[in-house]
């Protein structure tokens, strides 16, 4: 069935094209491209789900606003310790603030990705938690994806199901903490195990996606999954995908990569980001001038093109006009306002009926994985 470029925004679930290579939503099936934000915290550094109770009206205005930068798509990060009130009992009101939070999405046509398992803020973690051996923490992550799954598997605002945030596995020698490296106060990075035990990391990393597949698709057997993951190949210059090889990503719906160019390095990031185009669906899942320029970014967007099929950046709370009206503004929320307003010109280019066709896109055999 021919795939037509989109008209306009209407909630209709996105799903892998029948030829497994773009998204398309609806019948007949239009080309469809996410191109969002995340909004994991506010500009204090506050995650979402400690605040969104307590401050609802806040979360209103800023979809509202998500939606006013020409987003189509936001993801969110959710803490395994503000949804698990024990190892085998989900937290109710985290569940309740939830299903609030996908009609909010519905009414704005912002489709959520729905990024799980967070331990950011060590002081959310359980102390029971930690103490849990491998088969137990899986389990209890188990959980979390089952009830999450019961909340989302009927709404079209779901976008997909993200199992974790750049998950990462010991090396050799055995490791003596499931977090790995703190910024700015969080702990974006976890592993999914301690210790190979005599078991290679693709064996490792098979089991855990088919531990947490297996527990969404209990009962949600229609959004999309993926893993958010950090690009070796560009961090180390060489290797391949792990989680989104052949053999381990067979479940996962689409490849997501988290990248930041370098100052003078975009042709560098662009060519890592092809290891990355293995036949599916390609998301950019975070992307900032955090270490080039904002132009620099821009040309990475725009050399990407024929090879994601979505970009999503950040937002923390504040429009570009509100960081630049504050009494104080410093040199990272200066470049935020700058990049969000940036980011807003972009926005027609890749959402809404004057976005680029890219039907065109991924007919060449997939490119071959670095070595």
Not at 25 to 42: E, F, K, S, T
Not at 183 to 197: C, D, E, H, M
Request: net charge negative; aromatic share 10%; charged share 25%.
């Amino acid at each position: 069935m021919a795939i037509r470029p989109a008209i306009a925004e209407t909630l209709a679930t996105v799903r892998v094209s029948e030829d497994g290579k773009t998204f398309v939503r609806g019948d007949p099936p239009v080309l469809w491209r996410a191109w969002g934000v995340n909004y994991d915290h506010d500009l204090s550094g506050r995650l979402l789900d400690e605040y969104w109770i307590d401050e609802w009206d806040t979360v209103v205005e800023d979809f509202n606003e998500i939606k006013s930068l020409g987003c189509n798509c936001v993801r969110v990060h959710f803490q395994i310790g503000k949804f698990m009130e024990t190892r085998d009992q989900p937290n109710a009101a985290a569940l309740a603030q939830l299903e609030k939070l996908i009609r909010l999405a519905e009414k704005t046509e912002l489709y959520l990705d729905i990024t799980g398992l967070a331990c950011y803020h060590k002081q959310n973690i359980p102390p029971w938690y930690d103490q849990l051996n491998e088969k137990d923490r899986w389990s209890v992550q188990a959980m979390f994806w089952e009830s999450i799954a019961k909340i989302c598997k009927d709404s079209p605002a779901i976008f997909c199901y993200d199992l974790m945030n750049e998950p990462i596995l010991p090396g050799s020698e055995p490791s003596a903490d499931w977090l790995a490296g703190e910024l700015a106060g969080k702990y974006f990075v976890q592993r999914i195990a301690l210790s190979l035990n005599g078991r290679t990391r693709e064996t490792v990393a098979d089991a855990w996606v088919n531990t947490m597949v297996d527990a969404i698709r209990k009962h949600d057997s229609k959004h999309m999954i993926t893993v958010g993951e950090i690009p070796w190949v560009f961090v180390f210059g060489g290797g391949k995908p792990l989680f989104h090889s052949a053999s381990i990503g067979s479940r996962l719906d689409f490849v997501s990569v988290h990248f930041y160019p370098k100052k003078d390095e975009v042709d560098k990031a662009t060519h890592a980001l092809r290891s990355y185009d293995l036949g599916k669906p390609l998301v950019i899942e975070e992307m900032f001038p955090l270490a080039c320029s904002e132009e620099e970014l821009v040309t990475f967007v725009r050399d990407s093109e024929e090879i994601a099929d979505g970009w999503i950046s950040f937002y923390w709370g504040k429009t570009s006009e509100q960081l630049m009206n504050r009494k104080s503004t410093n040199i990272g929320e200066a470049i935020t306002a700058s990049w969000l307003k940036k980011f807003q010109q972009l926005s027609n280019d890749y959402t809404g009926d004057s976005a680029k066709s890219s039907q065109t896109k991924k007919q060449s055999a997939p490119a071959t994985e670095s070595k």
